[in-house]
């Protein structure tokens, strides 16, 4: 009936949680290059700095992609089980 509930709104939630995420990385990264272009770093200091980062990001982003992972497992197999029972059928 018309009360059925739409599946938009929690696609527009996920959307929104990768929009911070890419926000927070470009803020990021502006911050890291105008540190590395204002200090005289070394090179090995610079990449310890990025790595650092980098590993931080990494921490953060990784429940969310484990996340979209397993969603995106489940849809495949959900759809090799429609494609293996209409071959059947």
Same mark, same amino acid.
């Given at each position: 009936g018309p009360h059925q509930r739409s599946p938009c709104c929690s696609? !527009? +939630?996920?959307k929104r949680r990768g929009?911070? #995420?890419k926000n927070k990385m470009a803020t990021l990264l502006v911050i890291v290059s105008a540190m590395l272009i204002g200090a005289g770093m070394t090179w090995q200091q610079r990449l310890l700095f990025v790595g650092g980062i980098v590993f931080g990001l990494v921490v953060e982003a990784l429940p $969310? #992609?484990? $996340?979209r992972l397993k969603e995106t497992l489940t849809d495949r197999w959900r759809l %090799?089980?429609?494609? !293996? +029972? %209409?071959?059947?059928a």
């Open positions: 696609g !527009n +939630r996920q929009t911070i #995420l $969310d #992609l484990v $996340d %090799s089980q429609v494609v !293996n +029972r %209409s071959k059947a």
